[in-house]
């Protein structure tokens, strides 16, 4: 009996003396837990365990000491090209994610036609980057769920209707209203896309197009996403001066909608918001009383990420990423730009001023600004000589939008009491390009285990676990997923819950976690004694009137 066998594809395994932490919540306790053909087969508590290896044989994997757990559900991932690119996708399964939920923040690359496709991808190139050799052969939510499954992926993924990609099908980047026909269309495409599988809405309401949206035209839409059971995942309006207010738009959306709600990335950043994330959570628990069908997620770092252009005002982003463009090239309105993000507080910076000394980019396209990662703008302004809002512009000019920023403005008080709500779960909006991207992409689920259940107590092991695996299953419908029990679905991470622990660093964004032993993916073995394997048994899992499941 080997600690670090496994087993062949589908094959039998048997966890000896593990410690089962089941993803319910419920006390831990000992037992044998065996699977095969891809499902959990057996679990049997008690002195020896008393599970047998079965008729059809099967290996043993020494748990002793270690924690089975069901795999870890990231409720925020923004990997939608990463797994095209890298289908073993690393990142995510070293960590013990087994389950992603893409389509985020309103933008993603399904549904798209052949004009919204190419100016996506330039829009998200920060995001995502922007590969010149992928075959981009989908359009609709469909074709690219089938795409992922063609493709052979290591991890299981789930997909959210993004509004913004509706918005551009059916009115480009126009700031205003939709006409009849406009709305008609985007509910049709929202319906088609459920249909296909998607398990809700997302919505980028600090993006462009989305954030041209109102309440009326959200509520429309939510109206259509609760009729096939899925729920919205907003981007809200702001995280900063407007965050309560923004908070309220949404559960608002929902009780007139009665479309279930997911407040995805929940935090209460920049310095007007310190201290004052119980104002959010008795926001949070009113709706619930009143039968809100409400849930969370959050990263347990304190800076944020996104792209340099995000933190322009709405006004400049009308129209798309040449729009844009051209704007920056013209004095006029790059002064309005400036006068917006230093002086008044520019609506794509959450209503605030920037403060350059918290912006540090993260990655760039252009090699030409390489030296520019890793600095802060007011690093880099100090060293030119310059404004903060000149180098701003000149990096959005220069990089063509695609410049990548961490924004330190987060506040650890609110972290922790926002991770402590019953309703909470765990994403890591992590994104995996750039030079120094933010570490959540490849620690937020150990540093959860690690950081803030052992070393700090914010959770228990029971309830950090419940946190990543069985409460974000039920938000997404997913059948016998996130939990461990006999039938359900062998999607498992074995870890050591005395040394698990994140150990990638804003420095070093890209190491991988530690303590992290065995991770299975539909019953095969995707990390084997800390190591990938190169295995691909995920899957697009689709909502269907009988609950999400793989087709």
Same mark, same amino acid.
Request: charged residues 20%.
């Given at each position: 009996?080997?600690?670090?066998? !496994?087993?062949?594809?589908?094959?039998?395994?048997?966890?000896?003396?593990?410690?089962?932490?089941?993803?319910?919540?419920?006390?831990?306790?000992?037992?044998?837990?065996? @699977?095969?053909?891809?499902?959990?087969?057996?679990?049997?508590?008690?002195?020896?365990?008393?599970?047998?290896?079965?008729?059809? !044989?099967?290996?043993?994997?020494?748990?002793?000491?270690?924690?089975?757990?069901?795999?870890?559900?990231?409720?925020?991932?923004?990997?939608?090209?990463?797994?095209?690119?890298?289908?073993?996708?690393?990142?995510?399964?070293?960590?013990?994610?087994?389950?992603?939920?893409?389509?985020?923040?309103?933008?993603?690359?399904?549904?798209?036609? %052949?004009?919204?496709?190419?100016?996506?991808?330039?829009?998200?190139?920060?995001?995502?980057?922007?590969?010149?050799?992928?075959?981009?052969?989908?359009?609709?939510?469909?074709?690219?769920?089938?795409?992922?499954? $063609?493709?052979?992926?290591?991890?299981?993924?789930?997909?959210?209707?993004?509004?913004?990609?509706?918005?551009?099908?059916?009115?480009?980047?126009?700031?205003?209203?939709?006409? =009849?026909?406009?709305?008609?269309?985007?509910?049709?495409?929202?319906?088609?896309?459920?249909?296909?599988?998607?398990?809700?809405?997302?919505?980028?309401?600090?993006?462009?197009?989305?954030?041209?949206?109102?309440?009326?035209?959200?509520?429309?839409?939510?109206?259509?996403?609760?009729?096939?059971?899925?729920?919205?995942?907003?981007?809200?309006?702001?995280?900063?001066?407007?965050?309560?207010?923004?908070?309220?738009?949404?559960?608002?959306?929902?009780?007139?909608?009665?479309?279930?709600?997911?407040?995805?990335?929940?935090?209460?950043?920049?310095?007007?918001?310190?201290?004052?994330?119980?104002?959010?959570?008795?926001?949070? %628990?009113?709706?619930?009383?009143?039968?809100?069908?409400?849930?969370?997620?959050?990263?347990?770092?304190?800076?944020?990420?996104?792209?340099?252009?995000?933190?322009? =005002?709405?006004?400049?982003?009308? !129209?798309?990423?040449?729009?844009?463009?051209?704007?920056?090239?013209?004095?006029?309105?790059?002064?309005? @730009?400036?006068?917006?993000?230093?002086?008044?507080?520019?609506?794509?910076?959450? !209503?605030?001023?920037?403060?350059?000394?918290?912006?540090?980019?993260?990655?760039?396209?252009?090699?030409?600004?390489? #030296?520019?990662? #890793?600095?802060?703008?007011?690093?880099?302004?100090?060293?030119?000589?310059?404004?903060?809002?000149?180098?701003?512009?000149?990096?959005?000019?220069?990089?063509?939008?695609?410049?990548?920023?961490?924004?330190?403005? #987060?506040?650890?008080?609110?972290?922790?009491?926002?991770?402590?709500?019953?309703?909470?779960?765990?994403?890591?909006?992590?994104?995996?390009?750039?030079?120094? =991207?933010?570490? $959540?992409?490849?620690?937020?689920?150990? $540093?959860?285990?690690?950081?803030?259940?052992?070393?700090?107590?914010?959770?228990?092991?029971?309830?950090?676990?419940?946190?990543?695996?069985?409460?974000?299953?039920?938000?997404?419908?997913?059948?016998?997923?996130?939990?461990?029990? =006999?039938?359900?679905?062998?999607?498992?991470?074995?870890?050591?819950? #005395?040394?698990?622990?994140?150990?990638?660093?804003?420095?070093?964004?890209?190491?991988?976690?530690?303590?992290?032993?065995?991770?299975?993916?539909?019953?095969?073995?995707?990390?084997?004694?800390?190591?990938?394997?190169?295995?691909?048994?995920?899957?697009?899992?689709?909502?269907?009137?009988?609950?999400?499941?793989?087709?």
């Amino acid at each position: 009996m080997s600690r670090g066998e !496994g087993g062949d594809p589908g094959g039998a395994v048997v966890f000896r003396g593990a410690t089962v932490v089941d993803g319910t919540g419920a006390e831990r306790y000992r037992a044998d837990v065996r @699977i095969a053909g891809g499902l959990i087969t057996g679990v049997g508590a008690g002195p020896d365990g008393g599970i047998g290896a079965g008729p059809d !044989g099967g290996r043993a994997v020494d748990a002793d000491g270690l924690v089975l757990a069901p795999g870890f559900i990231d409720m925020h991932a923004h990997s939608d090209l990463a797994l095209l690119l890298e289908p073993e996708h690393p990142a995510k399964v070293t960590q013990g994610v087994t389950c992603e939920v893409l389509g985020q923040d309103g933008l993603s690359y399904a549904p798209v036609d %052949d004009t919204t496709l190419p100016a996506l991808r330039r829009q998200l190139a920060g995001w995502n980057g922007d590969p010149a050799d992928l075959e981009w052969d989908w359009r609709d939510i469909g074709g690219y769920l089938d795409r992922l499954d $063609r493709t052979r992926v290591a991890v299981n993924a789930c997909y959210l209707v993004p509004h913004g990609s509706l918005r551009m099908l059916a009115m480009g980047w126009a700031d205003r209203r939709p006409t =009849p026909l406009e709305l008609d269309r985007m509910r049709q495409e929202l319906a088609r896309g459920l249909l296909a599988g998607a398990v809700g809405m997302s919505s980028g309401l600090s993006y462009t197009p989305g954030m041209y949206a109102d309440t009326a035209e959200l509520t429309d839409l939510c109206t259509v996403v609760a009729a096939y059971g899925g729920f919205h995942a907003p981007h809200q309006r702001s995280y900063g001066a407007g965050a309560l207010e923004g908070y309220a738009e949404m559960v608002e959306i929902s009780r007139r909608s009665g479309c279930g709600l997911h407040l995805t990335h929940a935090t209460m950043n920049f310095g007007v918001n310190a201290g004052r994330a119980g104002e959010l959570l008795d926001l949070l %628990d009113a709706a619930l009383a009143d039968g809100v069908d409400l849930t969370l997620d959050s990263y347990p770092y304190l800076p944020g990420s996104t792209t340099l252009a995000a933190l322009l =005002p709405s006004w400049a982003t009308e !129209g798309g990423p040449a729009a844009t463009l051209a704007r920056l090239a013209d004095p006029a309105a790059c002064e309005r @730009i400036r006068h917006a993000v230093q002086e008044a507080g520019s609506d794509g910076c959450h !209503g605030v001023v920037a403060d350059w000394t918290t912006i540090q980019v993260s990655g760039v396209r252009s090699v030409e600004l390489a #030296g520019a990662v #890793g600095r802060t703008v007011a690093e880099l302004a100090a060293e030119r000589g310059s404004g903060g809002a000149d180098v701003f512009l000149d990096l959005l000019r220069r990089d063509e939008l695609a410049t990548t920023i961490l924004q330190h403005v #987060g506040h650890e008080e609110n972290v922790r009491a926002i991770m402590s709500h019953p309703a909470h779960t765990a994403g890591s909006d992590g994104l995996l390009v750039g030079a120094r =991207p933010h570490p $959540r992409a490849w620690g937020t689920f150990p $540093r959860y285990l690690g950081h803030y259940s052992r070393e700090l107590g914010v959770l228990t092991l029971e309830e950090a676990v419940a946190r990543m695996t069985g409460r974000p299953a039920a938000r997404l419908g997913l059948h016998r997923r996130g939990r461990i029990a =006999p039938g359900y679905h062998a999607d498992l991470v074995l870890f050591d819950p #005395g040394r698990v622990r994140d150990a990638a660093t804003f420095e070093r964004p890209r190491l991988r976690a530690e303590g992290i032993e065995h991770v299975y993916v539909n019953g095969t073995a995707v990390v084997r004694q800390g190591r990938t394997t190169g295995a691909r048994p995920g899957r697009a899992l689709r909502r269907t009137d009988r609950g999400t499941r793989a087709l």
